[in-house]
T-cell receptor, first 111, second 112 residues
Framework: QKEVEQDPGPLSVPEGAIVSLNCTYS??????FMWYRQYSRKGPELLMY????GNKEDGRFTAQVDKSSKYISLFIRDSQPSDSATYLC???????????FGTGTSLTVIP | NAGVTQTPKFRILKIGQSMTLQCTQD?????MYWYRQDPGMGLKLIYY???????DKGEVPNGYNVSRSTTEDFPLRLELAAPSQTSVYFC???????????FGDGTRLSIL
């Protein structure tokens, strides 16, 4: 079983839609959770960084962590064509030296 | 602010050739990482370093070598290039093992 599972998509939505992206994980020791956005031919850039369970909001983006279910989500409100990218989840332990990444979900927002 | 800089951006190698992928960061981060990214496979960790003079293997280290003589630089060496090493290579850095990693824009390497 992989440490982190992420549906690769592709996901296609109309402009203005609410997008939900998800990852599940198997290691209960993970404490730090991240979402990265990766445009074509670019490196991943950090979108959200959260610790333990709960919600965190930043503009149109909301990250949600449910440690009891080993499930994390990223919600994008009022999606824009500029949100078209691949979204990667990542996580690590508080004593870890390594991050564990999902394989990424490809999102296209259609104008 | 440059962040993480990788050179070259593109390279084509012949089988058996060697090369060094360069990575430098200007954020005074202790931790640095090398990943490879293949289509549909996500990011796989090759090597990482927790400080100058300290390196350790990741998930897929075979065929690669690294060194960390300064805080800023973390070069990745391919000694005998093989077609299986065709990939996009990303360097990243972070302040600690659980702080977010900052990525460069990658080196696209083809081995023919």
């Amino acid at each position: 079983q992989k440490e982190v599972e992420q549906d690769p998509g592709p996901l296609s939505v109309p402009e203005g839609a609410i997008v939900s992206l998800n990852c599940t994980y198997s290691n209960s020791a993970f404490q730090y959770f991240m979402w990265y956005r990766q445009y074509s031919r670019k490196g991943p850039e950090l979108l959200m960084y959260t610790y333990s369970s709960g919600n965190k909001e930043d503009g149109r983006f909301t990250a949600q962590v449910d440690k009891s279910s080993k499930y994390i989500s990223l919600f994008i409100r009022d999606s824009q064509p500029s949100d078209s990218a691949t979204y990667l989840c990542a996580m690590t332990r508080d004593t870890g030296n390594q991050f564990y990444f999902g394989t990424g979900t490809s999102l296209t927002v259609i104008p | 602010n440059a962040g993480v800089t990788q050179t070259p951006k593109f390279r084509i190698l012949k089988i058996g050739q060697s090369m060094t992928l360069q990575c430098t960061q200007d954020m005074n981060h202790n931790y640095m990482y090398w990943y490879r990214q293949d289509p549909g496979m996500g990011l796989k960790l090759i090597y990482y370093s927790v400080g100058a003079g300290i390196t350790d293997k990741g998930e897929v280290p075979n065929g690669y070598n690294v060194s960390r003589s300064t805080t800023e630089d973390f070069p990745l060496r391919l000694e005998l290039a093989a077609p299986s090493q065709t990939s996009v290579y990303f360097c990243a850095s972070s302040y600690s093992g659980y702080q977010p990693q900052h990525f460069g824009d990658g080196t696209r390497l083809s081995i023919l």
